[in-house]
């Protein structure tokens, strides 16, 4: 399933509105999935960076009491961050730290989904073009253009993680337990 999703991301002229079709039409069934170990391991092992970064903001976009319609950028993942509440109620019975702990792991997958697909590796940086103009970019030593909502300040980081682990602790009604903390070290 994996590889035929990947494949049909990059058969497509445009790999993002590819990827945009098939993750609104996959997201109505993730929502479905009961468990959570079953979510991260569709999560975990989709080999399109692309894909799974749309699929997340999506969850994210639906978690949201207000979304927002700005594309996708490290500004929206601090969005997400500040404005989320805890990932809709799936089927199975699970307290509530553990579904803050779910959040965070997605909000950390997504942030290392969005960097593969436009910040990180030279290979991938230019995910969003198709296949035969991804090898000319790569040719030319083209860089991905950065948008000016990818340009976020370590206090704009500060400011929301504060924002957020207070907004937790008050729902948690309890200290932080030391999955939560670690995966909040690890997300800022």
Same mark, same amino acid.
């Given at each position: 399933?994996?590889?035929?999703?990947?494949?049909?991301?990059?058969?497509?002229?445009?790999?993002?509105?590819?990827?945009?079709?098939?993750?609104?039409?996959?997201?109505?069934?993730?929502?479905?999935?009961?468990?959570?170990?079953?979510?991260?391991?569709?999560?975990?092992?989709?080999?399109?960076?692309?894909?799974?970064?749309?699929?997340?903001?999506?969850?994210?976009?639906?978690?949201?009491?207000?979304?927002?319609? &700005? $594309?996708? +950028?490290?500004?929206?993942? =601090?969005?997400?961050?500040?404005?989320?509440?805890? @990932?809709?109620?799936?089927? %199975?019975?699970?307290?509530?730290?553990?579904?803050?702990?779910?959040?965070?792991?997605y909000l950390s997958l997504l942030l290392m989904s969005y960097q593969s697909v436009?910040?990180?590796?030279?290979?991938?940086?230019?995910?969003? &073009? $198709?296949? +035969?103009?991804?090898?000319? =970019?790569?040719?030319?030593?083209?860089?991905?253009? @950065?948008?000016?909502?990818? %340009?976020?300040?370590?206090?704009?980081?500060?400011?929301?993680?504060?924002?957020?682990?207070?907004?937790?602790?008050?729902?948690?009604?309890?200290?932080?337990?030391?999955?939560?903390?670690?995966?909040?070290?690890?997300?800022?």
């Amino acid at each position: 399933l994996q590889r035929m999703l990947s494949i049909a991301v990059e058969v497509d002229r445009s790999p993002t509105c590819s990827s945009r079709k098939i993750a609104d039409d996959i997201f109505p069934f993730i929502l479905n999935i009961p468990l959570r170990s079953q979510r991260e391991a569709l999560l975990n092992t989709m080999e399109s960076q692309l894909l799974r970064c749309r699929l997340l903001e999506l969850l994210f976009q639906h978690s949201c009491d207000v979304p927002t319609t &700005s $594309s996708m +950028s490290l500004d929206k993942i =601090l969005y997400f961050l500040s404005h989320s509440s805890v @990932l809709p109620q799936f089927q %199975d019975e699970t307290a509530t730290w553990q579904r803050w702990d779910e959040m965070l792991q997605y909000l950390s997958l997504l942030l290392m989904s969005y960097q593969s697909v436009k910040l990180a590796f030279p290979l991938a940086e230019h995910l969003r &073009s $198709s296949l +035969s103009d991804r090898m000319d =970019l790569i040719v030319q030593k083209a860089k991905p253009r @950065l948008q000016d909502s990818d %340009d976020i300040s370590q206090l704009d980081i500060q400011l929301k993680m504060n924002d957020f682990i207070s907004r937790m602790q008050e729902a948690l009604g309890q200290p932080l337990p030391p999955q939560i903390q670690e995966k909040l070290f690890m997300l800022q």
